[in-house]
């Protein structure tokens, strides 16, 4: 096939859906009571890969792939069982697989090594069974030299062909023929119809037509076969060379008992007997209904850019919406029933384009989660630790972009959770544990954040080992007193990766400091929970893009920023009653039975002045994800309305306490504010003290 | 009037090699990703030749080739076979649902147009 | 109206000459999107004195970075007589504040001359190479790989 190049790229992508079919296909088989057209669906994925990688002369990938399909085949067709060894076997095959097509995308080589290994697994599998005859290639018996003439120089070849029933019934048509045959030389066309029964007696099982050629040139018998290749066997064929003089043809031909120039029926002899049941069973199979629900729904493919250009464009419409709902109130207008049903309207469209744009950038995490089946067995076999994967919620779906960013962290804390979270095998039993270890990957969606949990059932989270670590890097001052959830996140630390312990999975000592960088940049973050004896959990939070946020405006200073509807609690204009200080400058509220910190978000953000009285300006007491609380202090508030989130990341990056930006009606940007982040911040002292002050007062 | 050819294969590649063969040569091409959605087509594109895969998730190519020659309406449309293998159970098979003809993957495109001219009669 | 003509011409390519802190800069055509006004930023918190803060570019949020503080030669007090350039690098967007844009120029790439290996020099790390003009100038380019960085994330 010529000119490849452009089909290369549609080929691999078509491999890497196909790899996700095989994926959870042979995940599917390891349940009992998997169904038969799932192993189907497993040897066509691997059949395609192999017709594809054919095409495009992979040889290495045709031949595993091969190798791989005849196990297979042997499976979908019941001559073999399935076990637990022939599953091991197949993923690692689907692992190789996966190799050998990565290699062949880059255009390097694989590892022969151990794709022979397999390949020796895979025959030993193919050669203990006996169903597999030997393939008999049929040569055809059309020729038969004894009954042609002395052997002159030919001068042209008669041929002769009788049809049968089966030539027409199979779309063949002898006009077709014919024309082929005068394609070689000079012919001459006699018809039969000596052998056509009168019409009272017609049977269309025996149309009785038979055609006398004779092609004269210098024409091959070779090549008037190849005319006939496909109708050998439902015709009667002879050919033989005349010397010149004209030759009576052969008498009629139109017995039952064919001659032996007919290709008989021994095609059906060679089959294995499978095989003969197989045509039986599939000949009266009714036509399917075209409207077979289980068919794929038509789809098309559409350039990233393009959407990206419609989700901007459907921000801006959002914005400009808003805008207009302000200049309507300014004007007083805000009151006509019309002006109120129409920008009602025009809301609730934008609304549903905005969800319609973002769901055809959204994608399930499904891929990433079958990524870290690989990963997890992988880890275990490092290891040694016998863990499986369970995974909840694989269809959430998450911006494409965030999909393929989201591997490596993963994949970080899978490999981090079976060497560190998980006991070793002695020790689980010591425990009373199950030997196999769980590890539990989870996705949701969770009030307008994507929350994606990897949770062990390990032994938890070493404090005081990790303590000590600390100590001795100099990370923490020695005899500091931290809580068993600021132990925890000590673990985020850069240059707390433990690379003293030998890790089974080393060779990248990565840290969870940088998983934590990763995460962010994503514009989301990480948390860690840890029960001792019982197992870790971390927790990635991440934003969903082009989300529109409800947001109240506040002002700092001469800067407008934008605070989270979600975590509001309340407002309230402080007064000297509800005030407490402790220390110097710390400022507490006094709210709901509690004591919460008083943050000052000028100060927060150096914006100048920073010494204004908490009682002066406006406080919020705001809930954050976490479950903590505390009140910003801010300079006034203006409005509550619907903003548009747009990232920081690409253009600048992180800012601490600024979850993403926005941009007002007025065109002006206003930061948007994270307030998990501004209250975790609160350093580790005054956390003591509060936490003091609340179990006194 | 061109000529209409019909193919049908689950591969999003094989499709588009093989219709780029086809359009190069002239033919019009229609393509479906499976049986059922080959029999589907079929009224719309009424073809002069059907050019199909064997294994193809919903319907195969031999239901296919069984339901067309059921049909009744399309007796005198060659239909080819496409696939990797060569052995004669596959042939026989073929021939007993109602193939025409046989090309093997990976193929060169003078060939498949070869063939095609051949059975078709051009 | 930028467009980067540069690929017509063998062994030359387009900058464009902008000038501030009293000396001569250029920047490779095809990095340039656009040029505009100077308009008031929204401050970044607790930024480096060179981010300037950032600014609403047709509904992208875009950094707008001082370059003359970049480069060590002080903060600039902008005006509406300064100028941003818009320029791009590796999918990322930022904005570079200068005082004027002098000239489009085609330069010969073999005009380029690497910068002098003079010690404490700040300005090397974000330069490219310099060129000396028929007239006298003499054109810093910037390296704007360098000038942007590559994750600004700050550790909580």
């Known amino acids: 096939m010529a000119d490849l190049d452009e089909f290369r790229e549609m080929f691999f992508v078509e491999c890497d859906e196909l790899q996700e079919v095989l994926a959870s296909g042979l995940r599917e088989m390891e349940q009992p009571g998997f169904e038969k057209e799932t192993v189907h669906a497993v040897f066509r994925a691997v059949h395609s890969i192999k017709g594809g990688a054919a095409a495009f002369g992979l040889s290495d990938l045709v031949k595993f792939a091969h190798r791989f399909e005849t196990v297979l085949d042997l499976i979908r067709s019941d001559r073999m069982d399935m076990s637990a060894q022939v599953m091991a076997l197949f993923h690692r095959c689907s692992d190789c697989l996966a190799d050998l097509i990565t290699s062949a995308r880059a255009g390097g080589d694989a590892d022969l090594g151990l794709i022979d290994g397999l390949l020796a697994e895979l025959d030993a599998l193919i050669e203990t069974d006996d169903t597999i ?42 006009a077709a023929l014919l024309t082929a045959l005068r394609k070689l030389g000079s012919t001459e066309v006699r018809l039969e119809v000596d052998d056509v029964p009168p019409l009272d007696a017609w049977d269309a099982e025996r149309p009785g037509l038979s055609w006398n050629i004779q092609i004269l040139g210098d024409v091959a018998e070779a090549q008037v076969l190849s005319v006939f290749e496909f109708v050998e066997d ?78 901007n464009m459907i921000g801006e419409l959002v914005i400009k919406e808003a805008m207009l709902s302000q200049v309507i109130q300014t004007a007083g207008l805000h009151e006509a029933p019309d002006v109120v049903a129409g920008l009602d309207s025009i809301r609730q469209l934008a609304g549903e384009i905005q969800e319609s744009v973002m769901a055809i950038r959204a994608q399930p995490l499904k891929l990433v989660f079958q990524r870290m089946h690989r990963i997890l067995r992988e880890a275990a076999d490092a290891t040694g630790k016998p863990v499986r994967l369970v995974t909840i919620g694989e269809q959430t779906e998450v911006d494409k972009t965030m999909i393929e960013r989201l591997i490596d962290p993963l994949t970080h804390m899978i490999r981090n959770s079976v060497d560190h979270g998980l006991e070793d095998s002695v020790t689980r039993q010591r425990l ?97 929970q840890s029960a001792e004896g019982e197992g870790t959990t971390f927790s990635i939070a991440l934003p969903l893009t082009l989300a529109v946020l409800e947001g109240m405006l506040i002002q700092l200073g001469d800067q407008t920023m934008v605070l989270p509807i979600t975590a509001v609690q309340e407002t309230l204009q402080p007064n000297r009653a509800m005030l407490h200080g402790i220390g110097e400058g710390t400022k507490l509220l006094a709210n709901r039975g509690e004591l919460i910190p008083i943050i000052d978000l000028c100060c927060t953000f150096g914006l100048a002045p920073c010494e204004k009285s908490a009682e002066s300006g406006v406080l919020i007491v705001v809930e954050t994800d976490s479950r903590r609380r505390a009140a910003f202090r801010v300079d006034a508030i203006f409005d509550q309305r619907q903003v548009v989130i747009k990232s920081l990341e690409q253009n600048y990056g992180r800012v601490p306490g600024v979850s993403a930006a926005t941009i007002l009606g007025d065109g002006q940007i206003a930061l948007i504010i994270d307030p998990e982040e501004i209250v975790l911040s609160l350093s580790n002292e005054q956390g003591r003290l509060m936490a003091a002050m609340a179990s006194n007062g | 009037m061109s000529v209409r050819i019909l193919a049908v294969d689950d591969s999003p590649t094989i499709r588009a090699l093989v219709s780029k063969a086809l359009r190069a040569a002239g033919f019009e091409v229609f393509l479906a990703a499976d049986g059922v959605e080959g029999l589907g087509c079929l009224p719309d594109a009424d073809p002069h030749l059907i050019i199909t895969d064997i294994n193809m998730p919903h319907m195969d190519g031999f239901g296919l080739i069984e339901n067309v020659r059921a049909s009744g309406a399309y007796d005198e449309v060659p239909i080819l076979v496409l696939t990797t293998e060569s052995g004669s159970d596959l042939k026989a098979r073929a021939r007993k649902a109602g193939a025409t003809g046989w090309i093997v993957k990976p193929f060169e495109d003078e060939r498949l147009i070869a063939v095609i001219d051949k059975v078709l009669g051009r | 109206m930028l467009q980067s003509i540069s690929q017509n011409l063998i062994g030359r390519s387009d900058v464009v000459a902008f000038k501030l802190a009293d000396q001569d800069f250029c920047i490779d055509i095809g990095l340039v999107r656009e040029i505009r006004g100077w308009t008031p930023t929204t401050t970044l918190p607790h930024a480096p004195d060179y981010v300037k803060g950032v600014i609403n570019l047709r509904g992208s949020v875009v950094t707008v970075v001082d370059l003359s503080a970049r480069l060590g030669f002080g903060a600039v007090q902008p005006s509406h007589r300064h100028v941003v350039i818009i320029a791009m690098h590796a999918g990322r967007v930022v904005g570079l504040l200068a005082d004027l844009v002098s000239d489009i120029l085609t330069i010969a790439d073999d005009t380029l001359q690497s910068v002098p290996d003079i010690a404490s020099n700040p300005t090397r790390e974000f330069i490219t190479g310099m060129i000396t003009l028929e007239d006298g100038r003499i054109l810093r380019k910037i390296d704007l790989a360098q000038l942007l960085p590559a994750a600004h994330g700050v550790e909580a």
């Open chain 1, 133 to 174: 005859g030997e393939v008999i290639e049929f040569t055809p018996l059309t020729l038969d030299f004894e009954q042609a003439l002395p052997w002159a120089a030919p001068a042209c070849l008669q041929v002769r062909i009788t049809p049968l029933s089966e030539l027409y019934r199979s779309g063949n048509d002898p």
């Open chain 1, 234 to 311: 439902c015709c009667v064929l002879s050919i033989s060379t005349l010397s010149g003089e004209t030759q009576d043809a052969p008498p009629a031909l139109l017995d039952p008992e064919p001659r032996e120039t007919r290709m008989p029926d021994m095609v059906m002899v060679s089959q294995p007997p499978e095989a003969e049941v197989q045509p039986a069973a599939t000949s009266p199979r009714p036509v399917q209904s075209a409207a077979d629900t289980s068919a794929a729904a038509p789809t098309i493919r559409v350039g990233l850019e393009r959407v990206d250009r419609l989700m």
């Open chain 1, 432 to 528: 009373g544990k199950p030997l196999e270890g769980v590890i539990t990957l989870s996705a949701a969606h969770r009030s307008g954040r994507v929350q994606i949990e990897v949770s062990d059932d390990g032994g938890g989270i070493n404090r005081t080992r990790v303590r000590q670590i600390a100590e001795e890097r100099g990370l923490i001052a020695p005899g500091a007193n931290l809580g068993p959830a600021e132990i925890d996140q000590l673990l985020f630390l850069p240059g707390f990766s433990s690379k003293q312990e030998v890790s089974a999975l080393s060779g990248r000592g990565v840290g969870l400091d940088v998983v934590r960088r990763e995460i962010m940049a994503l514009g989301g973050r990480v948390m860690i």
